[in-house]
């Protein structure tokens, strides 16, 4: 009966006191022929992004039975991503030479694992649950193409640009586990939760794997929300653009003016 | 200490964008240029969406040409007439080279035609300012004097020829209004093609074409800058919501101290020391792009936007 347990340790900055939370709701799944229920416990209600907000730390832990390797994956909802793809032109030169469309990604993805995931996995059930960048490349459209291997080559390159920006990361051996005295196998892992994570719902899945295949899975929502000033000011750059535009100007323009007068008293401009 | 910015949806150390503030308002406060050619590829190193970058840029260079322009005004270096005009053909220019840009989108061509562009406009820049500013500062001044004669003469009867005439007595020149309109829309279509200000084209083109002292051509392009970068901010504010509000004030804070002290220290070097830093900065710049496109690049993939 594993338990998951979300755990957001908090970011304390000197000029602020703000907490950041992690919002669980956990779900009870059934999955395989094992029956169980599963429970979370939440810390904080959602992680809080303020102007002092540098990234935060997400635990996940809790209990399952004994001799089961566990998946950790976190994930943000699926859609598509533009992006400019680098060629040679002339044969010598590095030129952005069109756009790929990539569809069924996600912005977010982190797997962690027990053990590596080929060795706990089988190949269809990775590829059934959407475990590990393999099983990912083949969800994953990305078009215009011309064949797998062009395909393959643009999702790795995918991959690089992802981790590049800290928002994907496939890693095995940082799951601890440890044996209770109730006879349950207890888990814990945690991960760096990256500033460049963007606001919006996180799906946190827990798999148990035994024999190759997943026999329980649990899942939890992480919310990640802008809060205060940085709200406003993202809401207004959005829904005010004109007043927005007209803001930055102005105190553009006094701040210019305004440092040319403490120069003009202290002397220094002329 | 770090600060998280609401538009760029990242977090920086707030001692880069006030550092980088600082040293490229000190280049603008100094040279007249906007910074952006340098600024905005630095930005993007440190994290900063390539469209929040560029944006942000813009209004920043708001904020350090104000301070620029003000601190060479006081010292009557400014040519607001000469300004005005350079700004009509600048504005001009931009909407045509907007259109260009879209042509060349549709043709699938427009970053071929932009790196290259890129490269030839500041490397063309870039030696020809070292080149002339090394031999000036060589050369005894009566010499340079009489070079600047013939050449003005081989070129200054067609500018004469030019109907509506007018005397700018800021710079101490003559010129028909047509030719700052003319130039200044040329170099509006290449700042709309290369996505940039354009200062680092309009200061030769005002000292070697126009003819105007260095030191109001520096005053000069600052007042021309900062109605420019005033339109794309607001722009780019209000069509592409990429300006990140806090990202500006922080390279602000640098930039208008920078500009300042730019200004300060401009005077106190001699027109052709300022010309060769200039042509030295502009071809570093040149050379970096150069590798950018000749070495392979470390990710494929890039955002949509920006340069």
Same mark, same amino acid.
């Given at each position: 009966?594993?338990?998951?347990?979300?755990?957001?340790?908090?970011?304390?900055?000197?000029?602020?006191?703000?907490?950041?939370?992690?919002?669980?709701?956990a779900i009870a799944t059934w999955a395989g022929d094992a029956s169980a229920m599963l429970t979370a416990k939440a810390n904080h209600d959602h992680i809080t992004i303020d102007f002092f907000y540098h990234g935060s730390t997400v635990s996940v832990k809790g209990l399952s039975e004994p001799g089961t390797d566990l998946v950790v994956k976190i994930t943000s909802p699926e859609g598509h991503?533009?992006?400019?793809?680098?060629?040679?032109?002339?044969?010598?030169?590095?030129?952005?030479?069109?756009?790929?469309?990539?569809?069924?990604?996600?912005?977010?993805?982190?797997?962690?694992?027990?053990?590596?995931?080929?060795?706990?996995?089988?190949?269809?059930?990775?590829?059934?649950?959407?475990?590990?960048?393999?099983?990912?490349?083949?969800?994953?459209?990305?078009?215009?193409?011309?064949?797998?291997?062009?395909?393959?080559?643009?999702?790795?390159?995918?991959?690089?640009?992802?981790?590049?920006?800290?928002?994907?990361?496939?890693?095995?051996?940082?799951?601890?586990?440890?044996?209770?005295?109730?006879?349950?196998?207890?888990?814990?892992?945690?991960?760096?939760?990256?500033?460049?994570?963007?606001?919006?719902?996180?799906?946190?899945?827990?798999?148990?794997?035994?024999?190759?295949?997943?026999?329980?899975?649990?899942?939890?929502?992480?919310?990640?929300?802008?809060?205060?000033?940085?709200?406003?000011?993202?809401?207004?750059?959005?829904?005010?653009?004109?007043?927005?535009?007209?803001?930055?100007?102005?105190?553009?323009?006094?701040?210019?003016?305004?440092?040319?007068?403490?120069?003009?008293?202290?002397?220094?401009?002329? | 200490?770090?600060?998280?910015?609401?538009?760029?949806?990242?977090?920086?150390?707030?001692?880069?964008?006030?550092?980088?503030?600082?040293?490229?308002?000190?280049?603008?406060? !100094?040279?007249? @240029? &906007?910074?952006?050619?340098?600024?905005?590829? *630095?930005?993007? +190193?440190?994290?900063?969406?390539? =469209? $929040?970058?560029?944006?942000?840029?813009?209004?920043?260079?708001?904020?350090?040409?104000?301070?620029?322009?003000?601190?060479?005004?006081?010292?009557?270096?400014?040519?607001?007439?000469?300004?005005?005009?350079?700004?009509?053909?600048?504005?001009?220019?931009?909407?045509?080279?907007?259109?260009?840009?879209?042509?060349?989108?549709?043709?699938?061509?427009?970053?071929?035609?932009?790196?290259?562009?890129?490269?030839?406009? !500041?490397?063309? @820049? &870039?030696?020809?300012?070292?080149?002339?500013? *090394?031999?000036? +500062?060589?050369?005894?001044?009566? =010499? $340079?004097?009489?070079?600047?004669?013939?050449?003005?003469?081989?070129?200054?009867?067609?500018?004469?020829?030019?109907?509506?005439?007018?005397?700018?007595?800021?710079?101490?020149?003559?010129?028909?209004?047509?030719?700052?309109?003319?130039?200044?829309?040329?170099?509006?279509?290449?700042?709309?093609?290369?996505?940039?200000?354009?200062?680092?084209?309009?200061?030769?083109?005002?000292?070697?074409?126009?003819?105007?002292?260095?030191?109001? @051509?520096?005053?000069?392009?600052?007042?021309?800058? *900062?109605?420019?970068?005033?339109?794309v901010t607001f722009l780019q504010a209000y069509t592409n919501h990429s300006v990140d509000f806090i990202l500006a004030v922080l390279l602000l804070l640098g930039s208008t101290v920078g500009a300042q002290i730019g200004a300060s220290f401009g005077k106190k070097l001699k027109a052709e020391q300022l010309k060769i830093l200039l042509a030295t900065i502009v071809l570093a710049v040149t050379?970096?792009?150069?590798?950018?496109?000749?070495?392979?690049?470390?990710?494929?993939?890039?955002?949509?936007?920006?340069?």
């Amino acid at each position: 009966m594993p338990e998951v347990r979300i755990q957001k340790s908090e970011v304390r900055k000197k000029l602020t006191s703000a907490l950041i939370g992690i919002v669980v709701i956990a779900i009870a799944t059934w999955a395989g022929d094992a029956s169980a229920m599963l429970t979370a416990k939440a810390n904080h209600d959602h992680i809080t992004i303020d102007f002092f907000y540098h990234g935060s730390t997400v635990s996940v832990k809790g209990l399952s039975e004994p001799g089961t390797d566990l998946v950790v994956k976190i994930t943000s909802p699926e859609g598509h991503q533009l992006l400019k793809k680098k060629g040679k032109v002339g044969g010598m030169l590095w030129m952005n030479v069109g756009q790929l469309k990539f569809e069924n990604t996600p912005n977010f993805y982190e797997v962690f694992s027990t053990r590596k995931i080929e060795d706990i996995l089988s190949t269809e059930e990775m590829d059934r649950h959407v475990i590990g960048f393999p099983a990912l490349a083949k969800h994953v459209e990305i078009t215009p193409v011309e064949n797998e291997a062009e395909k393959a080559k643009w999702f790795d390159e995918f991959v690089k640009f992802k981790e590049d920006s800290r928002v994907y990361t496939s890693s095995s051996g940082n799951i601890k586990t440890s044996m209770n005295a109730d006879g349950k196998q207890e888990y814990f892992i945690m991960t760096d939760w990256p500033y460049q994570a963007q606001p919006g719902d996180y799906l946190v899945t827990v798999y148990a794997v035994k024999d190759l295949k997943v026999v329980e899975q649990a899942t939890a929502k992480v919310n990640v929300e802008q809060v205060g000033m940085v709200k406003s000011l993202a809401g207004m750059a959005k829904d005010m653009p004109a007043m927005y535009g007209f803001l930055s100007i102005g105190v553009a323009l006094g701040a210019g003016f305004g440092v040319s007068m403490v120069f003009r008293k202290g002397g220094g401009a002329h | 200490m770090y600060l998280y910015l609401p538009v760029a949806l990242t977090s920086i150390n707030i001692l880069i964008p006030v550092g980088l503030g600082l040293a490229v308002g000190l280049l603008s406060g !100094l040279f007249g @240029v &906007g910074g952006g050619f340098l600024l905005t590829p *630095l930005l993007i +190193m440190f994290g900063i969406p390539s =469209t $929040v970058a560029a944006a942000t840029d813009s209004n920043q260079i708001v904020a350090a040409s104000t301070s620029g322009t003000y601190a060479h005004w006081k010292v009557g270096n400014v040519d607001f007439k000469m300004g005005l005009y350079l700004l009509v053909g600048g504005f001009a220019g931009g909407i045509l080279g907007v259109q260009l840009i879209k042509l060349l989108h549709a043709m699938g061509n427009a970053d071929f035609v932009i790196k290259i562009t890129y490269i030839l406009m !500041l490397g063309i @820049v &870039g030696v020809y300012m070292f080149i002339e500013s *090394l031999q000036s +500062m060589r050369k005894k001044t009566n =010499t $340079v004097e009489e070079a600047k004669e013939e050449k003005e003469s081989a070129v200054g009867r067609f500018l004469k020829s030019l109907p509506l005439q007018t005397h700018f007595v800021k710079s101490g020149i003559t010129h028909s209004i047509f030719v700052p309109i003319v130039l200044g829309a040329f170099v509006g279509i290449l700042a709309a093609i290369m996505g940039v200000g354009g200062g680092f084209l309009m200061v030769p083109i005002m000292v070697y074409m126009l003819r105007m002292p260095m030191h109001v @051509v520096v005053g000069t392009s600052l007042f021309q800058i *900062l109605f420019t970068c005033i339109e794309v901010t607001f722009l780019q504010a209000y069509t592409n919501h990429s300006v990140d509000f806090i990202l500006a004030v922080l390279l602000l804070l640098g930039s208008t101290v920078g500009a300042q002290i730019g200004a300060s220290f401009g005077k106190k070097l001699k027109a052709e020391q300022l010309k060769i830093l200039l042509a030295t900065i502009v071809l570093a710049v040149t050379v970096k792009i150069v590798f950018e496109i000749t070495l392979t690049p470390s990710l494929l993939l890039s955002q949509v936007g920006g340069h």
